[in-house]
């Protein structure tokens, strides 16, 4: 594992004009990780040097952490000073003024809600933007996710995607240990999952729990809810919502019924807390 100091991530993120959440929302990690990142704390290991990489391809990866050679990530000096000094390397806004990242001018809006937003960071690889519900955001979500107003005062996430995809996607920050086992498939504390919502007509038929391991739930009563759906009553509309935690005591198996909940989305990518 590496450990640096006079990186300049700070550099970047203030020419970006976004904050420290959202800058390390673009990374993939809390906020409290990336102060350590950028006080050189924090030890970069394969799994981050592959986040920020992919976060900033066209960033050179030994300017940004050891403050080494050209900024532009191209093959020689002479390309590397035109890349710094030409359009190439543009800042995309994201509403409010701010801007994301040194990405192509071209932000596609998926649907006429533009639920989906991408980012072309290098060819066939985009960053697609979601809306990140919180922990704190959790309760005003129940009653607030139909409204524009509410929505649009989420901070964003961003995950990378290979493709353009259709249909609503959101982020959800994971609270408690429920769905930790001590394994690599555990989803801990801190851990943003981001899951496309199923729409409500196909609740009617059996949910693809062997394709999805994992599922929130919004429940009316219950709040937001993270689980594997261990069975589904298609008939009763009923599903059986299993932790991973062994304490069954503490995190028993429960089932609840379709009519008391408001959204379900399958989990498609897992941001760890690092």
């Known amino acids: 594992m590496e450990t640096y100091l006079n990186n300049n991530f700070e550099v970047l993120r203030l020419e970006m004009k976004v904050t420290n959440r959202e800058f390390a929302a ?10 350590r990142i950028k006080k050189g704390e924090y030890p970069i290991g394969l799994t981050m040097k592959t986040r920020i990489e992919n976060a900033f391809p066209q960033v050179n990866y030994d300017w940004l952490l050891y403050n080494r050679g050209n900024r532009g990530n191209r093959g020689n000096r002479e390309k ?14 994201v509403g409010n003024g701010k801007s994301i990242g040194y990405f192509s001018d071209e932000v596609k809006f998926m649907d006429e809600n533009k ?4 980012f072309e960071v290098s060819p066939g690889r985009y960053l697609m933007q979601t809306k990140l519900v919180t922990e704190k955001a959790k309760a005003g979500y129940l009653s607030g996710f139909s409204d524009s107003e509410y929505m649009d005062e989420l901070p964003a996430h961003f995950i990378t995607v290979n493709e353009f995809h ?3 996607y959101r982020s959800f920050e994971v609270s ?6 001590g394994t690599d498939a555990s989803v801990l504390d801190g851990d943003i999952v981001t899951g496309r919502l199923i729409k409500r007509e196909l609740w009617l038929s059996k ?3 062997h394709k999805y391991r994992y599922w929130v739930i919004v429940h009316r009563y219950e709040g937001v809810i993270i689980k594997e759906i261990s069975h589904h009553d298609v008939e009763k509309g009923i599903l059986t919502l299993h932790s991973l935690n ?3 005591v503490k995190y028993p198996d429960f089932t609840i019924t379709l009519d008391d909940v408001d959204q379900i989305f399958n989990v498609v990518d897992i941001s760890r807390s690092l």
């Not at 639920?115 to 991408?118: E, H, V, W």
Request: glycine share 6%.
């Open 26 to 35: 673009i990374l993939g990690v809390r906020e409290q990780v990336y102060s």
């Open 80 to 93: 590397r000073e035109s890349f710094v000094q030409s359009d190439a390397v543009s800042m995309v806004s």
């Open 115 to 118: 639920n989906n937003i991408f």
């Open 166 to 168: 259709r249909g609503v």
């Open 176 to 181: 408690g240990d429920s769905m930790t086992d």
């Open 207 to 209: 949910f693809h729990t």
């Open 246 to 248: 062994a304490d069954k």
